[in-house]
């Protein structure tokens, strides 16, 4: 790389700057006094008393959110639902294609509570909390169990919004300013309801600078509150053609019946039950592989193989070093960050674009030299731009795809590995690395699976699993594939659900699926090219 | 433009506005060294900002005001790595990260492409005064003579560094960004 280059490079990081300045924030504390434990040595009576006339402050004022001292939204909902003996939650919540989904929490106080959404099942009693996947999983469903908690807390954290954590995090959020909304005032389950809304502010550019906030870049949440101050309706909003659109919509009904078996695990039939700090090990155990192979000092497995709804195959595999490969040759640290180091044995090598077929990752989660990867084996469908339409050009040659014929009830999958370590390099800085074929029997009578599914697994599995591990999830690419500006894009988990994940997916695949244009006669590469 | 020791002596006299041209000028920086840290955006904006205001408080302690920016991120990384053992020490994952309700969110904000990642990793990963100066130069696209003016150094240092801390970089991505 060039110093231009990396100039360049530099210019493009400073106009991705992913956080925005933090001035009105500091400057705003810098004028608060300081609260060490140091302050309170020695004048702990009447620290004493002040906590104690707080306290007395929340007993008697149990729900007050806009006036007086703000909480952050968070906390309102902690301190409401403390307060109730039950309560019912309803969020609806709107997809890409405007489609309305439904998830549902009910609750009761000292029992525990259970949150159903089309993604995910928890059940919390206190004691145990149960997560898992509801429908089909291609598999055997899997309840991951670890210690329960404080419903209420933990409830008020499942209602965050991806766009506006501050605004569930902070009394007065980041960038967004609150308001009395008169005109949003309204009537719910017979209640009069005042409204307040946080209203995204312009963002902060460099150096302060204000930048202009594209109209669709536009965000509120609007609250309704009872006469109780309670918080009664939380509505998240964009704004789109002067009209602000239904992004996702919490009501909370309080004090309602909730019937106890609503609050019983009822795990799934024939479930099986890991606890939360083993999943890495028991995931995808490897006694328990469709298929593995060793080469090299490597074992190289492959857990789970799904044919995909319109072609292709979805994949699970694992690489590490065989035991006698580990003592012949220890792994070598490597500080990751500070929560993480990692041991170096050896790296899924699969991702690419094949005469046959794109292969591309979407998940890794690595610990102790043990590599998990989700991909896809993708078929490439090639084309021609005929009168400005796709038409599909017979490759010619079927063997070609034979990796991805389900007919024969197997399917052969390349898997290939890079050794990591500075000893496995040549004198070019070039790793060594691996490959082979392996052989997996497709599961029998299962349907294909979908792109929502595998984008629920995958982000599922890297959920439960990435605790103390190394671990990536790849999103859309942006950019031409092959071309300079091409690269993809880390999802971030936090932020966004299974279904925006599943988008992120099949833009992937589209983007990749542009690669198969053939020009001016060209003809699609035989197999020999492979 | 005003120095750091001149803007540091400012704030000692009392003018508290004085600190916001201090906040601008290494907010970037500031971020980036917890960020190698956290490795999480919004963690180290947070330790970003109490190092900022630890800063503040014990401005007086620093002896040399003209060291103020190395001085900041020592505090910072400090934070950061506090921050980051209180992140440990909660063991359980929020559940927040387990459920999810589908919705209509675009990218995040923070997205940032793999290449920017590693460059911003390998940015954070320089020695503090070259990590100020490239912040201050490529990152919030501040003259040489500015950062002189800032730091107070000669220009001749400022660029030394500058051309180290380019050289330093461009073998650290020589095998991550092609």
Known sequence: MTADELEAHLARLRAEWPVGSMVEEVMARVGEPAQRMGYWRGKWPWAAATLAAAVLIALVLPWLWPAGNVPSLQAAVERALDHAQSARLVITSWDLDGERQTGEIWYRRGSGFRAESPDEVLVDNGRFL???????????????????????????????????REAWTEATPKGWKQQRAPELDRRIDGRPCQAYVFLAKRPQGPAGTTEPQAESDARRVVLLLDPDQRILAIKYQRRVDRQWIPLRETRIEYDIAVAPERLEPNLPTGAQVVDAGAVFDERYPLEKALARTELGGLLLAVHEAQPLEGGGCFIVSSVRGTPAFLRQYPPQRRVVNLEYTALDVASHWVAGTWSDSHRVELAMVERNGVEFLWWLLYPRRYFRMVDGKRVLVDAGDETDRRALNSETGKIRIPLGATYLGKRWMDEKGVSKSISTWIEVPLPRKAPPTTLASIAAQTRSDVLLMRPGTNWRVYGATQGRPGSADWRRLRFDLELHTHADYAEAIRKELESVGSMDELKDGARPPSPASK | MQSDAELVQAVRSGDRDAYTPLVLRYERVAWATAWRILNNHHAAADAAQEAFLQAYRRLDSLRDPALFGVWLLQITRREAVRLAQRRRRQATRPLDEAVSYPSRAGPPAGSLSSESEALLAAVAGLPDHERLVVTLRYLDNQSVAAIAAISGRPIGTVTKQLSRAVERLRSMLKEVIS
């Not at chain 1, 898992?132 to 419903?151: D, F, H």
């Open chain 1, 130 to 164: 149960w997560k898992w996947r509801p429908g089909p999983s291609g598999g055997k469903p899997v309840v991951v169990r670890q210690p329960g908690g404080s419903g209420s807390a933990m409830i008020a954290r499942l209602l965050d919004f991806p766009a506006t």
